[in-house]
Every structure is written in structure tokens, then in C-alpha cells.
């Protein structure tokens, strides 16, 4: 096992005895007396990881963080721990984008489960975010006429159309293009449209090429 888990709850028997237990599953373990303390120092998100995290806890309640959390732009997925078991909050905690909601106390298969559950979806969207970081850096290393002629080319104008829009030659217009299609890494114009959705580019232009 591999990744960093952050446990929040102000029980410190139950806080040691589920870090042994964690730490022998073969994980880093960070814990937390209160939720307070977590948000003041708050988990980096730069390796796989997830937040096991007290419902009732004095001071700010496990629901408070998670907002709080979200608010804060935190991808760190959440593990609700209660004991007192609660329909409507673990339903209300899993579509506010909890992963789980587990009530003490946790057997080991069913934690580690949860756990790794989480620590699967906190890698995928690390993995996200990094593409569109990538993406991101492939269209700002476009130049503004090279920007223009990929906007049009994504909403399916062909070298003539563009050509008049921008009034430059085709010839022109086609070597600009070669020069989108090679700075943003991709081979056909399938890929060029489809990284275009992912960045949001079909949504902010419209027909003629001009934002919208």
C-alpha cells in the first residue's frame, strides 16, 4: 500500500489505535485532535491520500469540514467515521461527494476497502488535473493569430472560410495550422475537437470564432 491518510477525530484512543492499524496496512498516517487544526494546515495534495474524518466532533462537525473543504478547492476524498449512524447525513455526505460513510466501529477489510477506494479516485484526478495542466500549456504556447485560426478550425471551418475571415492567404492559413496541430500535440483533427471540449474552447467561442 502506498499514500497518506489524515485522520480527524477528537478521540485520541480511538486516533492511535486506527493509526497502528493503518500504518501496518502499509500507510503514512497524519492525525488531527480537531477539525480546526486541519484546516489550519492543510494536506498536500501532491500524492495519493484521503481524510478519515469524525461526524461529531466539538467545535466544527464533519459536515462543516466538508464544506469548508470544498470551498478551499480540496480533491482530497472524504471518510465519513461515526457512531452514531445517521440515514439522511451519510446520504447528505455522499452527495455532497463523500466517498464513503462508515459507522464505528470499522472492521479492517471494510476500511481498507474504503480506503483504497478513495485513494483510486484521488489518483485519477490528480492524474486529470495533470493532462489538463499539460493541455493548458500547449494552448498558451499558441500565438494569438495561431489561437485564432484553432478556434475556428475546431468549429469546422476549412482553410478557405478562415482564410477570409482573417484575410490571409490559404496557404498561410494552412501552415498556421500545421503549427496548432503540432504545438498542441495532436495528429488529427478528431484529437484537435476533442481537446478543444476538454478545455472548454467549444463553449466560449461561437460560430464565427469570436467569444462569446
Known amino acids: 500500500m502506498s499514500g497518506k491518510i489524515h485522520i480527524v477525530d477528537d ?17 503514512s498516517v497524519t492525525t488531527y485532535p480537531s477539525a480546526q487544526l486541519l484546516l489550519d494546515h492543510l494536506p498536500d495534495e501532491s500524492e495519493p491520500a484521503c481524510i478519515l474524518l469524525d461526524l461529531r466532533m466539538p467545535g466544527l462537525s464533519g459536515m462543516e469540514v466538508q464544506t469548508r473543504l470544498a470551498q478551499r478547492g480540496s480533491t482530497l476524498p472524504l471518510i465519513f467515521l461515526t457512531g452514531y449512524a445517521d440515514v439522511r447525513t451519510s446520504v447528505r455526505a455522499i452527495k455532497a461527494g463523500a466517498e464513503d460513510f462508515l459507522a464505528k466501529p470499522v472492521g479492517s477489510e471494510q476500511l481498507l476497502d474504503a480506503i483504497g477506494r478513495a485513494m483510486a479516485r484521488h489518483r485519477a484526478l490528480r492524474e486529470q488535473a495533470a493532462e489538463q495542466d499539460e493541455r493548458r500549456a500547449h494552448l498558451a504556447s499558441l500565438t494569438p493569430r495561431e489561437r485564432q485560426v484553432f478556434e475556428l478550425v475546431v468549429r469546422g471551418k476549412i482553410n478557405k472560410q478562415i482564410a477570409l475571415q482573417l484575410g490571409a492567404t490559404e496557404r498561410t492559413i494552412k501552415a498556421h495550422r500545421h ?20 478545455l472548454g474552447i467549444l463553449n466560449r467561442v461561437s460560430g464565427d470564432g469570436k467569444q462569446t
Open 179 to 198: 503549427r496548432v496541430m503540432e504545438k498542441m500535440g495532436v495528429q488529427s483533427l478528431a484529437e484537435l475537437v476533442s481537446m478543444a471540449e476538454r
Open 11 to 27: 478521540d485520541a484512543s480511538f486516533r492511535s489505535a486506527l493509526e497502528r492499524r493503518l500504518k501496518r496496512a502499509g500507510y
